[in-house]
């Protein structure tokens, strides 16, 4: 069975300082693993996606991933904050053939300060 | 331009009615979900769809109910049965095959008053 587990359900950071939002996954198939981000009251919106190409994603608005499958992580990081990337975000894992269902972490809040 | 609208964006409901929400898609995609979002919780999912005339319960089916007619369309009914369905619910799609992302619509916010 999949699982994802986001560690800290809230992170702020400093304007123009280093963004880093952890996931790790649980799969027992290579997995397939997303991030997305939503805005308050609205939809998600994908960031980025990890479907076996390449293990450093590169995403929207300056955001990577990076597939390590020693450390069963896919840890999102931004370089530099900006305001407009406070939102919540969500790393998510599909859950195999057959099924097409995604499975998807608490989310993670993150706050930017000026 | 394709996507996914959900209507409508909020709504208030009495204790003991049912409720429909709608969800529409013109992505062509075949597979559709739907969501239950909670502070703190995350994603729970409701029900999906991987192709028309069948759906499947997800984790948290009880209370609820769907239809899927047509590959458009993915209605959800809130019913009475439903202990606390004050809540934000998200439909989604995606293609069937592949692992491909989900899209997800605007949400509807439902609140039971």
């Known amino acids: 069975a999949q699982s994802v587990t986001q560690l800290g359900s809230h992170v702020s950071v400093s304007e123009g300082a280093l963004v880093l939002l952890r996931c790790n996954y649980s799969?027992?198939?290579?997995?397939?693993l997303f991030w997305y981000v939503q805005y308050p009251n609205q939809g998600l919106q994908l960031l980025l996606k990890?479907?076996?190409?390449?293990?450093l994603v590169k995403g929207i608005n300056g955001f990577e991933a990076e597939f390590k499958k020693s450390e069963t992580s896919f840890h999102l990081t931004k370089p530099s904050a900006h305001m407009s990337d406070a939102a919540e975000y969500f790393c998510?894992?599909?859950?195999?053939?057959?099924?097409?269902?995604?499975?998807f972490g608490t989310g993670t809040r993150l706050k930017v300060l000026a | 331009d394709g996507g996914i609208t959900q209507s409508p964006k909020y709504l208030f409901r009495k204790e003991g009615q049912n409720v429909t929400l709608s969800c529409e898609q013109n992505l062509n995609h075949d597979a559709m979900y739907w969501y239950r979002q909670d502070p703190g919780q995350g994603l729970r999912l409701i029900y999906y769809?991987?192709?028309?005339?069948?759906?499947q319960k997800g984790d948290i089916a009880e209370g609820y109910s769907v239809s899927r007619e047509k590959k458009e369309s993915f209605p959800l009914t809130v019913t009475s049965a439903q202990k606390n369905p004050t809540a934000f619910y998200l439909c989604a799609s995606s293609m069937a095959q592949g692992h491909t992302e989900a899209f997800f619509g605007q949400g509807t916010r439902l609140t039971v008053v």
């Open positions: 769809s991987q192709i028309v005339n069948d759906f």
């Open positions: 990890y479907t076996s190409a390449a293990t």
């Open positions: 799969s027992s198939v290579p997995p397939y």
């Open positions: 998510a894992v599909s859950a195999g053939s057959g099924t097409y269902k995604y499975i």
